[in-house]
Nanobody
C-alpha cells in the first residue's frame, strides 16, 4: 500500500513561485514512477509532470507542454519525497494539484495518462492571482 500526502499549495501572484512536496510511504519508493496532475472545476485531470524510478537507470523527467521551462519535477529517494518547483506562475496554473504514483513499469506512451497511476494523494490547492 502506498500513501501520498501533498503540501505546499497556496495563493501566489502571477510571476511568483511555489514548491509542492509529496511525501510517499513504501519501502521501494525509488522504484516508483511519480507524477503530478492538476484539475480545475469542470475539467478533466491533466498531466503536469512525471519522473521515472531511479534504480540503475538515469532519471528522466516528462512535462506537459504548458509547463515546460517553468516547472521542475525532482525526487529525493532517501526521504521518499517528490517535488514540483513551479516558477513564473500564471493564472491558468490555478488548480488542485495531485501527486500520483505507480509501482509498476510505465511505458513512455502511458506516462501522461492518469489511469496509469494506481495511487493518489488528496490534492493541494494552488491559486495564482493576476
Amino acid at each position: 500500500q502506498v500513501q501520498l500526502v501533498e503540501s505546499g499549495g497556496g495563493l501566489v501572484q502571477a510571476g511568483g513561485s511555489l514548491r509542492l512536496s509529496c511525501a510517499a510511504s513504501g519501502r521501494t519508493f525509488s522504484a516508483y514512477t511519480m507524477g503530478w496532475f492538476r484539475q480545475t472545476p469542470g475539467k478533466e485531470r491533466e498531466f503536469v509532470a512525471a519522473i521515472r524510478w531511479s534504480g540503475s537507470v538515469s532519471i528522466y523527467p516528462y512535462y506537459a507542454d504548458s509547463v515546460k521551462g517553468r516547472f521542475t519535477i525532482s525526487r529525493d529517494n532517501a526521504k521518499n519525497m517528490v517535488y514540483l518547483q513551479m516558477n513564473s506562475l500564471k493564472p491558468e496554473d490555478t488548480a488542485v494539484y495531485y501527486c500520483a504514483a505507480s509501482t509498476s513499469f510505465i511505458a513512455t506512451i502511458q506516462i501522461r495518462l492518469q489511469e496509469t497511476y494506481g495511487y493518489w494523494g488528496q490534492g493541494t490547492q494552488v491559486t495564482v492571482s493576476s
